[in-house]
């Protein structure tokens, strides 16, 4: 997908796309390099279209963009960039994701009533999901009333974690409701006593920054982008520990105060990113790479 925007090119850079050359200055947007690093969660088409495209296309760039300094520190160690071209320019969250009551008619379109715990993400090995529900499993024999909701598009390799789920013992509590609107998903997440993500990787992991939005307390993974991004406004916790996130799951569905706590810095977090502060420093590093 290529546009420009005041001479500059930009080019954000999916799997397999190769560059257009101009010679105009470049502007590279890369999400993630997961790819790169974690051939395993994709198909050996699309690692190796990424391991040979992305080099060779930021070498060329005037300036590389990224949604958090995660990133931008791998592109740096992985690629050999130089730091002073790699920028970081945080997303934002959509004006739909807003605090306010559930409406109780779409969640009962979505057949979704309350207490739930919400996880959001396309069902893929590196989501994690197959911890999520181990951690609801458990704290749902400890006696928690709690449904456990799973928004997300279909993915890669996805055949074993619906075996999961279709095997689970909490089987009549899970409800697997696919891709779902936005409107959908701001309703699920207002509705939700927490958002569960225990993702393995993330570039930038807009569900947590959706869910702060909504005022939803968040309980996701300490790794990769997500500790930057969610701050002190989340529980943080390591997804590889299942004790640890089974304890953390379970203290926030106790603990209402904890819940409220953590809503209330979710929303604090959320104010600070913004898409108009994204444009900002976005036309800012095009300035620079126009600059001789």
Known sequence: RRAGSAGAQLLHCPLGVAPVRSKLPLVVTVNDVMAVEHPEWFTWANALQQRMVLPRTLRSAARVLCPSRYTRERLVELLGLEPSRVEVTPYGVGAPFQPGAPSDAALERLRVSAPYVLSVGTLEPRKNLGAALQAFERVSAAGAPHALVV?????????RILERLAGSVA???VRLLGRVSDEELVELYRGADCLL???LYEGFGFPVL???AC????????RTSLPELAGDAAALVDPGEPDALQSALA???SSAALRRSLSAAGLARAAELSWSRCAELTVAAYRRALEP
Request: contains cysteine; negative net charge.
């Open 151 to 159: 928004v997300g598009a279909r993915g890669w390799h996805d055949e």
């Open 171 to 173: 089987q009549e509590r």
């Open 197 to 199: 993500f225990p993702s």
């Open 210 to 212: 959706e869910a702060m």
């Open 215 to 222: 005022g939803t307390p968040v309980l996701c993974s300490d």
């Open 251 to 253: 203290e926030l569905l």
